[in-house]
């Protein structure tokens, strides 16, 4: 894979990624430690600035030592590419989420080939940070061969009408469809993938992969801890809405399909 990548022309020029919603639970959990994995296995660009913008007054040191605790591996005390991956990593508060002045200077200041914007924020806030990084994006002057994207992470709204406001407000900000990716990170995971290259690969599992065999499936998942700081995202989704109709009943049409 890393010949593959390091071939490619986006990985010799310059990348930015924006964490917008650096400060939350999502971001330290799970956006960080997977662009720390990518950073330690070289398939990120040398030439790469990773910015958390946030509403919580932070330092840079302050952010870093934030992030610290999730990025340790439990097997290696003492990583040498963390300090130089955390290098790497700047903070700046934002007004809101909606603040395309904040957003605006950080892409003025990095000016970097490639823009990737991740966002790690509650779905009601989508349209806010899209509209605002599309008014800093139009003020900005892309590299010839640069690409602009924008990652939105699950859920997307509280229910079908609160949806379909989401994705209309999109198109009402003339957003090219090929510049959105909306994913769930759980389909990233190790074990979730493998489920597909297991039955694949495997003829004589295939064969008794079906009904008439297959007495019952259980999905189970079980966390050992609580909300944890994530009562304000928990209070109007619930965890039906955070787990089951996206994670769980994406494993099982993995599992059923």
């Not at 003020?139 to 939105?152: D, I, Q, S």
Request: aromatic share 10%; proline share 4%.
């Amino acid at each position: 894979i890393l010949s593959t990548v390091e071939s490619e022309s986006w990985y010799q020029k310059s990348l930015l990624v924006v964490v917008v919603g650096a400060s939350g639970d999502l971001a330290k959990k799970k956006t960080y430690p997977a662009l720390y994995a990518l950073w330690q296995a070289n398939l990120l660009p040398p030439d790469t600035c990773i910015w958390g913008f946030a509403r919580s007054p932070k330092a840079n040191e302050d952010f870093r030592n934030h992030l610290k605790p999730y990025l340790a591996s439990k097997n290696v005390q003492d990583d040498p590419l963390m300090d130089e991956f955390l290098s790497k990593c700047f903070y700046r508060q934002g007004a809101s989420y909606g603040d395309w002045q904040g957003i605006q200077s950080i892409l003025d200041e990095t000016k970097c080939v490639n823009i990737l914007i991740y966002l790690a924020i509650p779905p009601h806030v989508f349209g806010d940070s899209t509209g605002a990084v599309m008014k800093a994006r139009t003020a900005l002057t892309l590299e010839t061969g640069g690409f602009f994207r924008v990652v939105l992470e699950k859920p997307f709204g509280n229910d079908t009408e609160s949806c379909q406001e989401l994705l209309q407000s999109l198109i009402d900000q003339k957003w090219p469809e090929e510049e959105l990716y909306r994913i769930d990170h759980y389909l990233g995971k190790e074990m979730v993938q493998n489920i597909l290259a297991m039955r694949q690969h495997n003829m004589w599992l295939e064969a008794l992969w079906n009904k008439n065999v297959v007495q019952s499936v259980h999905l189970i998942w079980k966390e050992d801890i609580g909300t944890e700081g994530r009562g304000g995202y928990f209070d109007p989704y619930g965890i039906i809405r955070d787990i089951l109709q996206n994670h769980l009943l994406q494993v099982l049409t993995l599992l059923a399909m």
